[in-house]
């Protein structure tokens, strides 16, 4: 197995990138200095799946991404340049929009209990029959036909089509008749009805019953020829929280794997939540160091300034105070709505655990009050002992007329039966879609804060902090992934970069929204402040607006609207209101704003070309196993998914990547971007033990300017080590002074740096360690 010191993440789908584009790219990801290709999942999707999460045969690599063969292919690529390859799987859900799509899943709605499938998803088998909510509405069930046009009579609604059981087909054409025998109820998609467990609100992923040992062997026949033969080196594993007992499953397939083998799991921590040691897996995917990464170029003097902005714009600060009502506003919404279907399902656990006769109601009120306060998506790792007791201690507080009711909850709860078990599904899945799919789309003091995992409450990382965090990094979790973007990032790296650069020119942002405010006025201030942020993240530098551009901030606007459901909503969308807004947005693209708008980004982005290059060289060369996401080794715009999943060209970094040959300037080319990244990733390469499960220490300047140099010390576990990145950050803050009389004190010996060549010895003014790049790399 090589060596794992970094990743580069490849989007797969059938239509635009298959398995044997991704093997067309190996040499130039190897270029790059890039250990491991990390590949989307590549298991059998839905048809014309472009993600590859919905998968439907977890048996087989998907033909549509070239099959089996054409993964082959790619592993060889890798492994004739030394390399290996990392790969996504989904143990959580399957794939049910088209139920044909899913043999299991027909199956089981062929034939109900006497499925032989029944035992692989988590159906309430509770009900008669298992509720589909598929239907404009109830009334629909009239619209049903019988389809007798192939050797299987299926009942029809419009393009969709459901199986019928032999056993109660009586050959007429009576659909209704026909689908009153059936396993399954067809039900309108608006009344809360869902006869499963379902990946968040996502009707159409049904959710795995991973628990059951049989069913995990059934769905891992596939993963588990991939470590017989010698194919992958590691797994990175989706949502592991859904899962009934995460610990478990991981424990599982860990055996699967082998000891060596690398396991990252996608488990968001949220506030101080760490990672519990005891899970068999080597970290996270990243969002935790995303948020310390972005979080130490973010300008504490800017917090007041923006605070008084955004309550301005939204009437409120955006504060810690603020975030933590509103957050419990929200979940407890989403769990009386949204998701109120798994809430009652977990209601009816409790009644069955406890064997009482409980009033549902007031139950389900407990219930709510609980998953509404709880901090982590789940209560029940190790480290989170003790979490659940004082959630129910402050509610019996707050609501002392739901204390009986907490009481059967607790009965419930204590007993590790199936309500156990539910009460951590329904957190987390109230927790992701309340904050990270509506909060974060409603709040707007500093958009860069607002990433998965992330505390928009918490303005930045002080230096200090920042070195606290990657020490213990370094040292708990030395081969954890790292990342800056994802396919799940709310907004790339560069463009969190340029939005934070706003906390360094607060008062100037502030006066600037003032006056285009005047000119081009948005539909209301909370959406305002919203878009104006992400419009400057990725407003072009040279002022010019493609239709391309134009198309992907339209509709970008529009999935933010409606996921913060404030004024329009994917259920009940408003065509006024968000015709408004369109308007709006063409009015700040065509109209005499524009101008103001390229010379305020023109103003920035030098500095936010800083700061993200900072935050990449300090990703590279920071403790863990950096991620490269598809594209981000040059300067990129891409905002939340689909929007950064578009295609990436890789014939001009190819070109870009072989044709720079010198120190290049840092500019709208990105080529600095590209060559600080291919210079220490093959660093990475070349010096593994200086990386993963080396030494770690802060690198400290000293004078006027010295809290604006950022960096650290890396190198084999017990040296003094051998490799110092450091980097500017708040830039645009020091530009009338500059460095001054700021040095820094290299250890003993001479230090090269790996992006200049120059060489360095002793204490050395920091204006001549960054003569040519905001950031070094030196080496001993």
């Known amino acids: 197995m090589a060596a794992i010191t970094s990743t580069y993440r490849l989007q797969l789908r059938g239509d635009r990138f298959t398995l044997a584009d991704a093997a067309a790219v190996v040499d130039y990801i190897h270029d790059l200095g890039v250990s491991h290709v990390y590949l989307s999942p590549i298991l059998t999707a839905a048809e014309g799946s472009t993600h590859g999460y919905d998968v439907t045969d977890p048996r087989s690599v998907s033909e549509a991404l070239g099959g089996r063969a054409q993964f082959e292919n790619v592993v060889q690529e890798c492994r004739a340049r030394g390399m290996g390859v990392v790969v996504d799987i989904v143990p959580n859900h399957l794939g049910v929009a088209v139920p044909r799509d899913n043999p299991f899943w027909w199956d089981v709605l062929k034939f109900g209990r006497a499925s032989e499938y029944r035992d692989w998803f988590d159906i309430d088998w509770a009900a008669a029959t298992i509720a589909l909510p598929v239907l404009g509405s109830d009334d629909d069930v009239a619209e049903l036909t019988v389809d007798r046009s192939t050797d299987e009579a299926m009942i029809a609604y419009y393009d969709h089509r459901f199986p019928i059981d032999p056993s109660t087909d009586d050959g007429s ?329 706003l906390s360094q020119i607060a008062e100037l942002w502030s006066r600037c929204l003032a006056d285009w405010e005047g000119v081009a006025p948005s539909p209301n201030g909370t959406t305002g402040l919203f878009l104006w942020q992400n419009i400057i993240g990725t407003w072009p530098t040279d002022g010019t607006i493609t239709d391309e551009y134009r198309t992907r901030l339209h509709d970008y606007a529009e999935k933010a609207v409606r996921e913060a459901g404030l004024f329009t909503s994917w259920n009940d969308s408003d065509e006024e209101f968000e015709s408004s807004m369109h308007a709006w947005i063409d009015a700040v693209l065509d109209g005499p704003v524009a101008a103001s708008v390229t010379q305020f980004v023109s103003h920035l982005a030098p500095h936010a070309w800083s700061d993200s290059l900072g935050q990449k060289l300090l990703h590279l060369a920071g403790p863990g196993i950096p991620d ?109 002074n500059g460095w001054g009389d700021t040095t820094v004190a290299l250890p003993e010996g001479e230090w090269t740096d790996v992006l200049t060549s120059r060489t360095h010895s002793g204490t050395v003014d920091v204006a001549t360690v960054f003569g040519s790049l905001p950031v070094a790399l030196l080496v001993r």
């Not at 714009?313 to 769990?335: P, Q, S, V």
């Not at 009050?369 to 402050?394: N, Q």
């Not at 080590?721 to 645009?732: E, M, N, P």
């Open 628 to 736: 490269i996401y598809q594209g981000t080794e040059l300067w990129e715009d891409s905002l939340v998914d689909p929007d950064n999943r578009r295609d990436v060209d890789y014939d001009s970094r190819r070109t870009l990547l072989q044709s720079t040959t010198s120190v290049p300037t840092l500019d709208a080319s990105g080529a600095a971007k590209l060559w600080a990244t291919r210079h220490a990733a093959t660093l990475r390469r070349d010096r593994p033990a200086s990386f993963v499960g080396g030494t770690y220490a802060p690198v400290v300047a000293s004078g006027d300017a010295a809290e604006h140099l950022v960096g650290f010390l890396r190198g084999p576990h017990g040296s003094s080590g051998d490799v110092i990145a450091v980097a500017s950050r708040l830039t645009l803050s020091m530009q009338e």
């Open 173 to 501: 054409d009576d659909a209704a008749s026909l689908h009153d025998r059936q396993a399954y109820r067809l039900v309108g998609w608006k009344t809360g009805q869902i006869g499963y467990r379902r990946f968040f609100t996502v009707s159409d992923l049904a959710g795995v019953r991973q628990e059951d040992p049989a069913v995990f062997d059934a769905t891992h026949t596939e993963v588990r020829s991939w470590f017989g033969d010698g194919l992958v080196d590691g797994l990175r594993v989706d949502h592991p929280d859904g899962l009934a007992a995460p610990a478990d499953y991981l424990a599982r397939l860990r055996s699967v794997m082998g000891a060596d083998s690398w396991l990252v799991v996608e488990k968001i921590l949220t506030g101080t939540e760490p990672l519990d040691p005891a899970l068999p897996v080597d970290g996270t995917t990243g969002y935790d160091a995303l948020s310390d990464l972005g979080g130490v170029f973010v300008d504490p003097a800017g917090v007041a300034t923006l605070g008084e902005l955004s309550t301005t714009f939204t009437g409120n600060a955006g504060d810690r105070e603020w975030l933590h009502a509103a957050e419990l506003d929200i979940k407890r919404t989403t769990a009386q709505t949204g998701l109120s279907a798994e809430v009652d399902r977990l209601v009816a656990a409790v009644a069955r655990d406890t064997g009482l006769s409980l009033d549902r109601s007031v139950t389900r009120d407990a219930v709510v009050e609980i998953v509404a306060r709880m901090p982590a998506y789940r209560s029940d790792y190790g480290p989170l002992a003790g979490t659940l007791a004082g959630i129910v201690a402050t509610v019996v507080e707050d609501r002392p007329e739901l204390s009986a009711a907490l009481t059967d909850v607790a009965a419930a709860i204590s007993v590790g039966g199936e309500a156990s078990v539910r009460l951590q599904q329904v957190a987390g899945a109230v927790m992701a879609k309340s904050v990270e799919d509506c909060l974060f789309y409603r709040t707007s003091r500093l958009l860069s804060l607002q990433e998965v995992g992330g505390d928009p409450a918490q303005f930045g990382r002080s230096v200090a902090e920042f070195h606290v965090r990657l020490a213990e990094r370094a040292r708990l979790w030395p081969a954890a992934m790292t990342t800056l973007s994802t396919h799940d990032t709310k907004r790339g790296e560069d463009v969190r970069a340029r939005i934070a650069v």
